[in-house]
């Protein structure tokens, strides 16, 4: 199993509303990921969880809040989001943070109305 | 930080037509260069990467050449067809603890 699967595909929130993204991999990765894509535009990081632990934040919001409950899953809770928040958001992992490949998810379509 | 740039951002080439893309990075320290592509609607997948004590690496129509001095890399399709059609991103990193930094992407157009 080479996948990263995230969940849901699509997704359309009010700015009131709370939700959560989810990701899971079984390739025994220890290095998780969590990116926003614009259109047009490349990945940009959000957040690293390398055995479980966060070890990057690249200054998100706090509206935006990950968690990884084990070495498999990696969640993205969302809350009070802006319509700018509006992205693709890319689940990915590797073997170790920051070596090697980076297997991405098909990512979680967002809209904030 | 490091810092990558990428060009052309767009480029349309004919069907059986070679493709380049180039890619400058700022950090001398940089030892990988990974080539992502990303189809329309579709996640990023890696195509081929390069470390920094190797100067070219092919597999089959693709090669990435790496020139560490000028600090600059490229990705060179060939005998291109309509699938090759997508979004290549460059990246280049420090590799082991350190994040890929991206370039701003290359949208490839392959006329049949």
């Known amino acids: 199993d080479t996948e990263v699967t995230q969940t849901p595909k699509h997704l359309v929130m009010g700015m009131t509303n709370k939700k959560s993204l989810k990701c899971e991999q079984h390739?025994?990765?220890?290095?998780m990921y969590w990116y926003k894509q614009k259109a047009k535009k490349p990945p940009e990081l959000m957040f690293v969880?390398?055995?479980?632990?966060?070890?990057i934040n690249e200054s998100v919001p706090s509206r935006f809040s990950p968690e990884c409950p084990n070495s498999s899953l990696l969640n993205l809770h969302l809350h009070a989001l802006q319509p700018e928040d509006s992205a693709l958001y890319l689940c990915?992992?590797?073997?170790?943070?920051?070596?090697?490949?980076?297997?991405f998810g098909e990512g979680s379509r967002l809209t904030v109305l | 930080g490091e810092n990558v740039e990428q060009h052309p951002s767009t480029l349309s080439v004919q069907e059986g037509d070679s493709a380049v893309i180039k890619c400058t990075y700022s950090?001398?320290?940089?030892?990988?260069f990974p080539w992502y592509k990303q189809e329309l609607g579709k996640r990023p997948q890696l195509i081929i990467d390069?470390?920094?004590?190797?100067g070219e690496k092919k597999d089959q129509r693709i090669a990435v050449t790496l020139n560490k001095t000028a600090k600059h890399f490229s990705l060179h399709i060939t005998e291109t067809q309509p699938e090759d059609s997508a979004v290549y991103f460059c990246?280049?990193?420090?590799?082991?603890?350190?994040?890929?930094?991206f370039g701003g992407g290359t949208r490839l157009m392959v006329k049949p």
């Open positions: 990915a992992s590797s073997q170790q943070m920051g070596a090697g490949e980076l297997f």
């Open positions: 390739m025994g990765h220890r290095a």
């Open positions: 969880y390398s055995y479980e632990k966060l070890s």
């Open positions: 950090d001398s320290a940089s030892n990988y």
């Open positions: 390069i470390r920094s004590n190797v």
């Open positions: 990246a280049a990193s420090i590799e082991a603890g350190n994040m890929l930094t």
